[in-house]
């Protein structure tokens, strides 16, 4: 391929091949030579592009025992099982009951796995998550299981707003925006029992962290106006 025409690519099956093999997709790209990207748009996508050369896809088909058919007919069996491997069900209990990030490795140890083992459950797990508006998040502090995109999170915003205007704002809530409003809150006299209500309050807009003298706290323009504050 030479062109930038993109291609249908099996990816189904090719993440078949993977859970068969138990190898990941690092693995799998290192083996082939070919680039995670690829590997990844074919198992996510289920494209490929045209720019990627023959020798990478032999070599991939090569390391995985599929003929090109099998990575390039657009024909998929009747009624595949989508169902979740025990793995994938264990890492998936795992992840949404950790609020923590932890390492791969921890994440490993904890399960008995291999690396190896961990990274084919979470390609496995990631795909499965997506179908449900989720995805497996990584960085540095480690993994966890985050939305798939802000819908949710503009949801939850409006969700907060709508609790407070029919049900008003906790108690605490409101005294800590008081002393906001009085201008006797900075960064050095929060304490910790205020800490909670303050970022409930910036979540709502309706505080911000000055910058003058003190770094004190101070109401938005809405919650002044609120408040008739000049």
Do not use: C
């Not at 099956?13 to 680039?35: H, P, Q, Y």
């Not at 459950?121 to 795909?127: K, S």
């Not at 029919?166 to 925006?177: F, K, N, P, S, Y």
């Not at 201008?183 to 304490?191: C, D, I, K, L, V």
Request: charged letters at 25%.
């Amino acid at each position: 391929m030479t062109s930038n025409r993109v291609r249908y690519a099996n990816g189904n099956r090719v993440r078949d091949r993977l859970l068969e093999m138990r190898i990941s997709v690092r693995e799998l790209a290192r083996r082939s030579g070919t680039s995670e990207t690829t590997v990844r748009a074919i198992l996510h996508r289920n494209e490929i592009s045209g720019s990627t050369q023959l020798a990478d896809i032999y070599r991939m088909l090569d390391t995985l025992s599929l003929d090109p058919g099998d990575l390039l007919d657009p024909t998929t069996p009747d009624e595949p099982d989508d169902t979740p491997t025990d793995d994938t069900q264990t890492l998936a209990a795992l992840l949404a009951t950790e609020k923590t990030m932890h390492a791969p490795e921890r994440l490993a140890t904890a399960l008995g796995w291999t690396l190896d083992r961990l990274y084919i459950t979470l390609t496995d797990l990631d795909a499965h998550l997506r179908a449900v508006g989720l995805r497996i998040h990584r960085n540095r502090m480690g993994i966890t299981i985050r939305p798939a995109d802000d819908r949710a999170q503009q949801a939850s915003q409006r969700l907060a707003h709508l609790h407070d205007h029919e049900d008003g704002i906790h108690q605490g809530t409101a005294r800590v925006l008081y002393t906001v409003y009085t201008g006797t809150m900075s960064a050095r006299e929060t304490r910790k029992d205020q800490q909670f209500h303050l970022g409930a309050l910036k979540n709502r807009g309706a505080i911000t962290f000055g910058t003058g003298s003190g770094n004190r706290f101070t109401l938005t323009d809405d919650t002044a106006y609120a408040f008739d504050v000049d």
